[in-house]
């Protein structure tokens, strides 16, 4: 099947390679110029070619099937395979070293396990016996016309989270493709997911999701935070159920990210030319699993 394919390629390709020939009867070789815009408009042609023979239906649909992919395989330009990660071994400590950063990570039925709780918040005082003496003195300072002053109850303090962070400490191409998938549930907190360069972990690019917030791509640096995408709080990944999301990051700077096959985000930025020195997951309140991550890298 494959030469078959191998072989239509050759014959799409005649017209085009017969009038190069007739250009170049004086010089039988030259030099090449090729390279990877011209595998990438080769590959685009191509397809349009098969676009047009299954219009047309000049083929047998399960023959333009296999170009198809032929076409796809050759056409990725992330075909490396950097970190496989499944968590089927039961220990995220070996082969690849997961480092806990803060709070605790453990191994659930599915995968890496997180769970941060909101802190205890302090307990209000209790009511203070008042003596007889004290009684008798408040009751004259009102019969003297004295202001009588209430105490107002303190108002309920908010919930507060002490995030959980993991990192995988492994060289990460600039052009990546990432897959995740995850599921989890929260109300308040949240789950961030960042490719990073530099020991502090906190230089690089950052997918966060907040409930009520959404999800927002972000570029962290030393000149501070800026937010290339975000997707409104109609997206939503902590409601209890499985979810994929697809991170890539294209040769010349273009990002996008999809949620359960549906693109979210699309985003270009060229701030950061250099490999990333790893991976690392913070979770910021709530109970999140990541079943499994796998990340490819152009060569």
């Known amino acids: 099947m494959l030469r078959a394919a191998i072989l239509a390629v050759t014959l799409l390709l005649l017209p085009s390679l017969a009038a190069a020939q007739s250009q170049t009867k004086s010089s039988r070789y030259g030099a090449w110029q090729g390279g990877e815009q011209s595998l990438k408009t080769l590959s685009e042609e191509l397809r349009a ?43 995220f400590a070996t082969n690849p070293t997961w480092t806990v950063a803060s709070g605790k990570f453990g191994m659930g039925w599915e995968g890496l396990l997180s769970t941060v709780k909101p802190q ?19 009751l004259l300072g009102v019969l003297g016309g004295a202001k009588r002053t209430s105490s107002q109850p303190a108002a309920p303090q908010a919930p507060t989270y002490e995030p959980a962070e993991i990192f995988l400490q492994q060289r990460i ?74 991170w890539k990051r294209a040769p010349e700077g273009t990002m996008s990210l999809s949620l359960d096959g549906k693109e979210i985000i699309s985003a270009s930025d060229t701030a950061f030319r250099q490999a990333f020195d790893g991976l690392t997951m913070v979770n910021r309140g709530g109970e999140f699993s990541l079943n499994r991550l796998t990340i490819d890298g152009a060569r």
């Open 173 to 246: 191409p600039n052009a990546f493709a990432m897959t995740l998938d995850i599921s989890g549930r929260s109300s308040e907190g949240g789950l961030d997911f960042a490719v990073y360069q530099g020991a502090g972990r906190n230089v690089g690019y950052r997918l966060t999701s907040t409930p009520g917030r959404g999800l927002q791509l972000l570029r962290l640096s030393s000149r501070g935070t800026v937010t290339l995408g975000d997707t409104g709080p109609s997206v939503k990944i902590s409601d209890g159920a499985k979810h994929q999301i697809v």
């Open 49 to 91: 070619l098969v676009d047009e023979a299954e219009k047309a239906r000049a083929a047998n649909p399960l023959f333009l099937k296999d170009l198809r992919d032929l076409i796809r395989r050759y056409d990725n330009p992330w075909s490396v395979r950097v970190i496989d990660e499944d968590f089927k071994d039961g220990d």
């Open 120 to 138: 205890q918040a302090a307990q209000p005082q209790k009511r203070k016996k008042v003596s007889r003496e004290e009684m008798a003195i408040a």
